[in-house]
């Protein structure tokens, strides 16, 4: 294997690759008919991106997709993009633009591996099972090369896969940890089975907070595939404007964004509404990967107590704990979070610096950086709101 051939290719859209072969390398389980592990690196979830505007001409993101062919088939693809600006990523380098700025360098363009808006972990070196070892290599040399050929400042592959991080490591390139909260299913039998894992104060602040959320006046609907209607998405799309106008000064996606991705995913998504005199006024858009249920995006035009953690958090373990799914990754950042039976993990990204002098003081930076975090996982997982094992508690 180790002497086989191989041919690296960059695409400036998903329209010149065959959907059938980036999938066999983005999601090959789904041979046996069910869901992809992970839904954003699909052709239609990335596609959907680039024939809604969302990525593209004037977007900052310009798609410079890597494949990889050997034997007369394509074994291995990544989502690449030339950036040039660091905005939708949610691993923030904006301190290393500064820095490299002020030495006088030129950081941006610079070329991401990720999926666009989106800080779900996942496969970013996207390999037929069978050439894992292969496609995993000639995707990091396609990529460096790139960045080198072009004197592009650097590249990154954010929200990686465990295993991806130590075979980049390994490869030379520089690793980096962040944290995110997510949800564990530990066999629970239903909401309540949840609950009570958790201590006695923690138990019943929940309760209170789902009673009073589910006290605003209306009703809470739990969408999926054809259920959603085009008012859905009209209102949903009211929804995402509020909170991306004010989270990022304009939103990141267009509205075509959501008819295309219902158009071609309309089954892997979940849409969490809330309706008063018949009319949306807050909602969680959440999409359904084979085991792991990923909250996305919420908004709302109206505001009531708790109505956000009902929508995006309560509502996605009550679908995940009925569906059998293993975890519930709500997005990023949140300490919030915590209280609601949400853990720290471990997050990871990789780099590559073109400057030598560069590349060591980021690396220097990543070393006391990967300690605190570290820190912070063990202090946050000790507060976390679930009981001892050894400790009996009735409400």
């Given amino acids: 294997m180790s002497e086989t051939q191989v041919d690296i290719r960059t695409h400036q859209s998903l329209d010149t690759i065959h959907a059938e072969d980036w999938d066999r390398c983005a999601c090959p389980e789904r041979a046996d008919g069910g869901r992809a592990i992970d839904p954003f690196t699909t052709h239609a979830f990335l596609s959907a991106l680039e024939m809604s505007?969302?990525?593209?001409?004037?977007?900052?993101?310009?798609?410079q997709h890597l494949t990889v062919h050997a034997e007369g088939q394509m074994i291995a693809a990544m989502p690449l993009y030339v950036k040039t600006h660091s905005q939708g990523e949610y691993v923030f380098d904006h301190?290393?633009?500064?820095a490299y700025e002020r030495a006088g360098g030129r950081y941006y363009p610079k070329l991401q591996s990720s999926v666009p808006f989106s800080p779900v972990t996942g496969r970013r070196f996207l390999t037929r099972p069978e050439y894992t070892q292969i496609g995993q290599a000639a995707l990091v040399q396609g990529m460096v090369q790139i960045a080198a050929d072009n004197q592009v400042s650097s590249a990154h592959v954010t929200f990686c896969a465990d295993d991806e991080a130590e075979a980049g490591k390994a490869?030379?390139?520089?690793?980096?940890?962040?944290?995110?909260?997510?949800?564990?299913?530990?066999?629970?039998?239903?909401?309540?089975?949840?609950?009570?894992?958790?201590?006695s104060r923690k138990r019943k602040q929940i309760r209170k907070e789902r009673r009073i959320a589910q006290d605003f006046g209306g009703d809470i609907l739990t969408l999926t595939g054809d259920q959603i209607q085009p008012q859905h998405w009209d209102a949903f799309w009211q929804f995402y404007q509020d909170t991306g106008a004010?989270?990022?000064?304009?939103?990141?996606?267009?509205?075509?964004?959501?008819?295309?991705?219902?158009?071609?995913?309309?089954?892997?998504?979940?849409?969490?509404?809330?309706?008063?005199?018949?009319?949306?006024?807050?909602?969680?858009?959440?999409?359904?990967g084979r085991d792991t249920l990923f909250g996305r995006y919420w908004g709302c035009v109206e505001d009531h107590p708790f109505l956000h953690f009902e929508l995006c958090y309560y509502q996605a373990i009550d679908f995940a704990i009925q569906n059998g799914m293993t975890r519930v990754e709500?997005?990023?950042?949140?300490?919030?979070?915590?209280?609601?039976?949400?853990?720290?993990?471990?997050?990871?990204?990789?780099?590559?610096?073109?400057?030598?002098?560069f590349r060591e003081a980021v690396d220097q930076f990543l070393q006391s950086e990967?300690?605190?975090?570290?820190?912070?996982?063990?202090?946050?997982?000790?507060?976390?709101?679930?009981?001892?094992?050894d400790v009996s508690e009735h409400d």
């Fill in 53 to 63: 505007g969302s990525v593209g001409e004037g977007t900052g993101w310009h798609p």
């Fill in 171 to 199: 490869m030379g390139l520089m690793t980096r940890e962040g944290l995110q909260y997510h949800w564990q299913n530990d066999g629970y039998a239903d909401f309540d089975g949840f609950l009570g894992a958790l201590s």
């Fill in 330 to 357: 709500a997005g990023a950042q949140g300490e919030h979070k915590l209280a609601r039976g949400y853990l720290p993990v471990t997050t990871h990204s990789l780099h590559w610096i073109n400057d030598p002098s």
């Fill in 95 to 98: 301190g290393w633009a500064e």
């Fill in 370 to 389: 990967r300690r605190a975090v570290a820190q912070d996982i063990d202090i946050l997982t000790s507060y976390g709101p679930f009981k001892s094992v």
């Fill in 246 to 288: 004010r989270k990022w000064g304009s939103p990141y996606l267009t509205r075509a964004f959501f008819d295309q991705l219902h158009d071609t995913m309309a089954d892997d998504l979940l849409l969490v509404l809330a309706e008063r005199g018949g009319h949306p006024i807050a909602g969680a858009l959440n999409v359904i």
